[in-house]
Structures are given as structure tokens and as C-alpha cells.
Nanobody
């Protein structure tokens, strides 16, 4: 079992930055692939970014590439998503997700992740 708790959401203006954090507890964090997803009102949950257990491989959705950065600290059991140059279309509930996988492949589909946090709201005004 892995318990995930997100923090760092808020209300910002277009062009601003936010830093989302996800704290994990439970199984060995270093053997877990981590991802960030988001869900806007009326839309399906979508992949944002993912990172392999060792931090070597990262993948980003095209909509956030160049603006968002995912990173992890296995010593602190945390994964972070830095959101820069935010746009109104980035408004959504952001979820942290985990999958037990010690390899370097990064999963991008919601059904491929086993554990989910409760989500944190990010609202970007124009």
C-alpha cells in the first residue's frame, strides 16, 4: 500500500509559477514509478508528467512540455512538479499517482497507476 498526499495548489495569474509536492508513505519509494495527472471540470483525467524510480527517465504531455518539470527525492519520499508560465487552460485538480515498478519505463495511462492522492486544485486566472 502506498499513501500519497499532494500539496502546493492555489490560485495564480497567467504567467505565474507554482510548485506541487507529493509525499509518499508505505512501500519502498525508490521502486515506484511516479506520475502527475490533472482533471479539469467536465473533462477526463489526463497525464501531465511521469518519472522513473531513479529519476533518469521523464515524460511530459505536449501541452506542458517546456513549462513543467517533474523531479523526485527518494531520500525524502517526495515527487515535485514545478509549474511555470501557467495558462488558464492549466486550471484543474492535479493528482499524484504511483505504480510499483523498479524499471525505467514511465507509464502515461491512468489505468496503469495503482495508487492516487486526493488531488490539489490549481486555478489560473487570465
Amino acid at each position: 500500500q502506498v499513501v500519497l498526499v499532494e500539496s502546493g495548489g492555489g490560485l495564480v495569474q497567467a504567467g505565474d509559477s507554482l510548485r506541487l509536492s507529493c509525499a509518499a508513505s508505505g512501500r519502498t519509494f525508490s521502486s515506484i514509478t511516479m506520475g502527475w495527472f490533472r482533471q479539469a471540470p467536465g473533462k477526463e483525467r489526463e497525464f501531465v508528467a511521469g518519472i522513473s524510480w531513479n529519476g533518469i527517465n521523464t515524460i511530459y504531455a505536449d501541452a506542458v512540455k517546456g513549462r513543467f518539470t517533474i523531479s523526485r527525492n527518494n531520500a525524502k519520499n517526495t515527487v515535485t512538479l514545478q509549474l511555470n508560465n501557467l495558462k488558464p487552460e492549466d486550471t484543474a485538480v492535479y493528482y499524484c499517482a504511483a505504480r510499483q515498478y523498479p524499471g525505467t519505463y514511465v507509464y502515461t495511462e491512468t489505468h496503469e497507476y495503482e495508487y492516487w492522492g486526493q488531488g490539489t486544485q490549481v486555478t489560473v486566472s487570465s
